[in-house]
């Protein structure tokens, strides 16, 4: 197949994809497609909402018409890296034998990650950027396609360990979800208070998404939309030459290379699913938010002002 006819093929199969979650997701198209375009690229997302958003409902719906297995870790202050990666017991024969952890699965919804220490939130690293989790000096790889979706409630911060901004860093997309429209939660309630179950279908599976990841880093880029890309990144650094007096006042330090590289990504993607063979900078603009909203750094000025991420990034677009 031509990657003309694949990319076609992508843009039927994307439109399935959100017409089967439309069954039990009302609304939220923007999180969902975020969503989606992370797991066409192979990055990881970080989901910010407050409590009752359905974040498990969505994520287990999307593993669902994906075809793909789905774990849900409850991140708590007691967890220990052995309960997320699985540890080695001896058998009846005294050998020690690997038990594998809930990290073995294709995505990982790790619920309310900022509630556990940063030892165990470090051992759900290696397995988002190597694909694999070592246990006593031995490397055990994960089953691809792999996803990791974090969720992270903005409201309750007693008691909790923030993610450092290494760790943010490795999450493709930072999503924030919103209370649905009033219209949106009398269809959430009609739903949730009867006796119906809405059948779903898979449309995907593993083998396909491996071939959908491969397909969007085969697509070509201008010049000119890498240039901006990376231009862009660039700009939400104080520290630099050319720093802006607007960046100056109000971040303390801007994203990193990273920052590009998933720009670029998410902006293939994007391209993609709305059947074009090659992405511009308004792709590149489309995706910005989610990319850079948790790689910036506001300074005090900035809190002082109520001056939001979304604003210094509309500012910098």
């Known amino acids: 197949m031509s990657d003309v006819t694949a990319v076609q093929n992508l843009v039927s199969k994307h439109q399935e994809l959100k017409r089967e979650i439309a069954k039990i997701i009302v609304g939220q198209e923007a999180v969902i497609e975020q969503i989606l375009l992370s797991i066409y690229t192979g990055g990881h997302s970080l989901l910010i909402g407050v409590p009752g958003l359905a974040k498990t409902l969505m994520v287990n719906t999307i593993a669902r018409t994906l075809g793909l297995d789905f774990k849900r870790i409850q991140f708590t202050p007691d967890l220990m890296p052995s309960d997320i990666l699985g540890s080695e017991i001896l058998d009846q024969n005294r050998n020690f034998k690997f038990i594998k952890g809930p990290v073995f699965s294709n995505i990982i919804l790790a619920d309310e990650i900022n509630r556990t220490p940063p030892k165990t939130q470090a051992a759900l690293l290696e397995a988002m950027q190597e694909r694999a989790v070592t246990i006593a000096g031995q490397q055990h790889k994960l089953s691809l396609p792999y996803f990791v979706l974090a969720t992270q409630n903005p409201i309750e911060q007693e008691g ?17 979800l919103k209370y649905p429209s009033i219209e949106e939660e009398i269809k959430v309630v009609k739903a949730t208070t009867d006796d119906s179950v809405p059948s779903i279908d898979t449309i995907l599976n593993a083998e396909s998404i491996l071939e959908v990841q491969h397909l969007i880093r085969r697509i070509p880029v201008p010049d000119n939309v890498v240039d901006y890309a990376v231009k862009l990144v660039n700009s939400t650094r104080p520290n630099q030459e050319k720093a802006s007096d607007y960046v100056r006042q109000y971040i303390d330090w801007g994203a990193g290379p990273r920052a ?15 059947g074009k063979f090659s992405p511009d900078i308004e792709d590149v603009k489309a995706v910005a938010m989610g990319i850079l909203r948790h790689r910036i750094i506001k300074n005090y000025k900035a809190e002082a002002e109520g001056i939001s991420e979304e604003d210094i990034i509309t500012e910098l677009l």
């Open 160 to 176: 909790t360990y923030p993610l450092p901004e290494a760790q943010l860093d490795r999450f493709m997309f930072a999503i924030e």
């Open 260 to 274: 590009s590289q998933n720009l670029v990504l998410g902006a293939k993607a994007h391209a993609a699913i709305n």
